[in-house]
């Protein structure tokens, strides 16, 4: 079954320091993952997807992510953090049946300090 | 345009009382997602349909839940004699295309349930 592992539950970075948020997955085949970034109370909202192609991927908001099949991961990363980017960050692998329905990582909590 | 709505936002229930839960999804969007996020972790898939036909109800915890998308737009999420494990976010996502992998799922701000 495809799973997705976040191994860090918190991170705190300074505002204009860069950022890296792990993500590994556990799939049998060649994945699609995305990642969703949720402020509170709101919904979630697609940073970026990888299907296929280059591995480098970018996404709004600045960040951008490298899929790495070799040591199955798929790490969110951005050059300068802003306080405005302190949420909750999750990674997801899509299902093949199911309509292809996501699986969540439990979420990487971001707090941004001045 | 507008995006996939939830009502109502926050729901209150005493235990044992049903509850039902409504997604608007995107206007002509073919695929429908309920998940559930429970406090502190990653949201996880309920169900799934596709236009009215409910193809997938594998992640549904227990019978008490139920949900229903007749007329292939609105869906509504039911949960019978509601319990404290019950509470959570429950969000709706909806996708343009049936089932294909390269689709974006957009989702809702999501029915915080609390069952007291």
């Known amino acids: 079954a495809q799973s997705v592992t976040q191994p860090d539950i918190h991170i705190t970075v300074s505002e204009g320091a860069s950022l890296e948020l792990r993500c590994n997955y556990s799939y049998g085949a060649t994945p699609y993952l995305f990642w969703y970034v949720q402020s509170p109370g709101q919904g979630l909202q697609l940073l970026l997807k990888y299907f296929s192609g280059d591995t480098l991927v970018q996404g709004i908001k600045g960040f951008e992510a490298e899929f790495k099949r070799s040591q199955s991961s798929f790490n969110l990363r951005k050059p300068s953090v802003h306080w405005s980017d302190a949420a909750e960050y999750f990674c997801?692998?899509?299902?093949?049946?199911?309509?292809?329905?996501?699986?969540f990582g439990k979420g990487t909590s971001l707090l941004v300090t001045p | 345009g507008a995006g996939v709505s939830q009502s109502p936002r926050y729901k209150v229930a005493k235990r044992g009382q049903d509850v039902a839960l409504r997604c608007d999804p995107i206007s002509g969007h073919v695929s429908l997602f309920w998940y559930q996020q429970a406090l502190g972790q990653g949201p996880e898939f309920l169900t799934y349909?596709?236009?009215?036909?409910?193809?997938?109800k594998s992640g549904l915890p227990s019978d008490r839940f139920f949900a229903e998308r007749p007329e292939g737009s609105v869906s509504t999420l039911k949960i019978q004699r509601t319990q404290q494990e019950d509470s959570a976010v429950y969000l709706c996502?909806?996708?343009?295309?049936?089932?294909?992998?390269?689709?974006?799922?957009?989702f809702g701000p999501g029915t915080r349930l609390t069952v007291l």
């Open positions: 997801a692998v899509g299902a093949q049946n199911s309509g292809y329905a996501l699986n």
């Open positions: 996502a909806s996708s343009n295309l049936a089932g294909r992998r390269t689709d974006t799922q957009y």
């Open positions: 349909f596709q236009n009215e036909a409910q193809l997938d």
